[in-house]
């Protein structure tokens, strides 16, 4: 009936249905960002603590939607889900924050140490190799940043950090993921350093009698017997950080790598080539000379080893 007070009712209350059900779709779009959101988060490997909030928060939004939005409340679900950033963002921060500090401590501790320069001092020396290198100590300290999955110490202002949490859940340059600590003991590292420094003295001594003779011949290398002693003197440690030292000592060395030729030995095996009688004189004897020292020497130099060593005649 046209004229029927109610006429209009069923539509209205279409459009009402209508107006509900795309308020609903809303509701529906902004719970699916959320949701994304709080995937992505999840799948970081969050500590127990964050990860139960999460899912929580995850199970009201699945009963909300399921339900068309009769069990739960929007409004509560986004005021959870704010604090739930405003918790992870504090706790990130404070995660992140503590990490780098000790990560800086330690690097500062082990790197700027006054065994680590000497090591590096050690390791600039041509002849000398160690497995505690100063290469080996910084990729031990790299290990570090692996096992707490950060590519590098942060160093960036708090600002720039929680920039990155607006938008993500980790800081974009080291990556640091919540939850992932150790423990950071420097007394580790500065172990392997002594190992390290005590291979390099250990090859010193054992060219021991080679670099007392070179120190014999050149005066400006006499701090290099400090390197020999037991305990080493502070002054050789320090003078070894210039380069002229480092020098004398790779010379040193070198003449110790040397193939030993004892002149008395080589006489000797000379000797029953030479003996003789030269109707020619001098002529004669110079070319059997040579041909026997040629011959003598060719044996010292049967070892491949040896030939690409140089020769000391003793």
């Known amino acids: 009936d046209i004229d029927a007070p109610n006429r209009y009712t069923c539509i209205e209350e279409f459009a009402t249905r209508l107006r509900e059900a795309r308020d609903f779709i809303d509701r529906i ?4 960002a959320i949701t994304s959101r709080l995937r992505e988060l999840r799948a970081l490997g969050l500590p127990k603590t964050i990860d139960s909030i999460c899912r929580a928060l995850l199970d009201k939004i699945e009963s909300y939607v399921l339900s068309s939005g009769v069990d739960g409340e929007l409004s509560s679900i986004i005021a959870e889900w704010k604090d739930l950033q405003e918790y992870y963002v504090n706790q990130y921060i404070s995660e992140h924050t503590g990490l780098h500090k000790s990560l800086k401590e330690l690097r500062d501790a082990v790197l700027t140490s006054d065994d680590y320069g000497f090591l590096q001092n050690l390791s600039q020396v041509n002849g ?12 031990q300290l790299k290990q570090l940043l692996e096992k707490v999955q950060v590519t590098k110490v942060c160093e960036r202002e708090l600002a720039d950090v929680q920039g990155d949490l607006q938008n993500g859940w980790i800081c974009s340059e080291c990556g640091y993921k919540p939850g992932k600590t150790t423990d950071f003991k420097p007394e580790k590292y500065l172990k392997l350093i002594q190992r390290g420094i005590k291979e390099y003295l250990d090859h010193l001594i054992g060219c021991a009698d080679d670099i007392k003779d070179y120190v014999a011949d050149h005066v400006a290398a006499n701090l290099l017997l400090g390197l020999l002693e037991t305990a080493v003197n502070n002054e050789a440690k320090e003078a070894l950080a210039d380069e002229s030292l480092r020098t004398h000592l790779a010379e040193a060395l070198a003449d110790a790598s040397a193939a030993k030729i004892k002149v008395d030995d080589l006489l000797n095996k000379l000797k029953p080539h030479l003996l003789g009688y030269y109707r020619t004189g001098q002529d004669e004897l110079e070319e059997r000379f040579i041909s026997a020292v040629r ?20």
């Not at 779009?29 to 699916?32: A, F, R, V």
């Not at 000398?128 to 990729?139: C, D, K, Q, R």
């Not at 011959?295 to 003793?314: F, I, M, N, Q, T």
């Open 295 to 314: 011959e003598e020497l060719a044996s010292y130099g049967s070892d491949e080893d040896e030939k690409d060593k140089p020769w000391k005649v003793e």
């Open 128 to 139: 000398l190799s160690a497995h505690y290198s100063p290469a080996e100590i910084e990729w």
């Open 29 to 32: 779009g902004e719970l699916s």
